[in-house]
């Protein structure tokens, strides 16, 4: 199981330093390089967000993760996640009559792969165009696929590199009870993470929520 989350850009630093920051902790725990990952996010406006005044369209989020080089991901907000083969791409250009591509929102994450003992850590850069955007940290606990039997664990371990920015269990997890994680369940999470990430640009600097 996974937990996905962001750490917020240390003092007086920028994001890539933050990234070698937490890069640095990693190494001195014993951690290797284990090649790159990406994950990116392009948002699509239903037809009824186009062309209906005053009704507020649903978005609709396609999503690709290097992890699953042969499947891509459509999810809902607080919706379904519908995991489909490579080819689904193709589909959404037909269906450019109902959805439409909101090139302007794609956002992705781009990082370095981890690996510690049981642990797999991504640390991820996260950008919307040629901007830096945000730090992305996605922790897997590999022999375990039941969320709720190992967050303790994982917790544990984002403490020794991340400190006081380890995040709260994932909303995913209570929905999963008993069951299997899935490959899913990580995208919801990046998806979530990614709206975030969104949602705090549009807020003035000097702005209050």
């Known amino acids: 199981c996974r937990s996905v989350s962001q750490v917020p850009v240390a003092e007086g630093k920028s994001v890539q330093q933050t990234v070698e920051l937490l890069a640095r902790r990693l190494e001195a725990l014993g951690a290797d390089k284990q090649g790159t990952f990406g994950v990116d996010c392009e948002t699509y406006h239903t037809a009824a967000a186009l ?15 290097s992890e699953y080089p042969l499947s891509c991901f459509a999810l809902f907000e607080n919706g379904p996640c519908l995991v489909a083969d490579a080819n689904f791409d ?68 984002m403490q020794s590199f991340m400190g006081s920015h380890v995040p709260g269990v994932p909303a995913v997890f209570g929905s999963k009870h008993d069951s299997s994680y899935s490959p899913g369940d990580t995208m919801v999470q990046y998806m979530e993470l990614f709206n975030k990430i969104r949602k705090q640009q549009q807020v003035p600097v000097a702005g209050i929520r």
């Open 51 to 65: 062309g209906t005044q005053g009704q507020t369209g649903k978005l609709m989020y396609v999503m690709h993760n």
């Open 90 to 157: 193709t589909l959404m250009v037909k269906l450019k009559g109902f959805f439409q591509n909101a090139k302007a929102n794609k956002i992705e994450s781009r990082g370095t792969r981890y690996q510690y003992c049981d642990f797999l850590v991504k640390l991820g850069t996260v950008t919307m165009g040629p901007s830096a955007r945000g730090i992305s940290v996605e922790v897997e606990y590999c022999p375990c696929v039941i969320a709720n039997d190992c967050w303790n664990l994982l917790m544990e371990f």
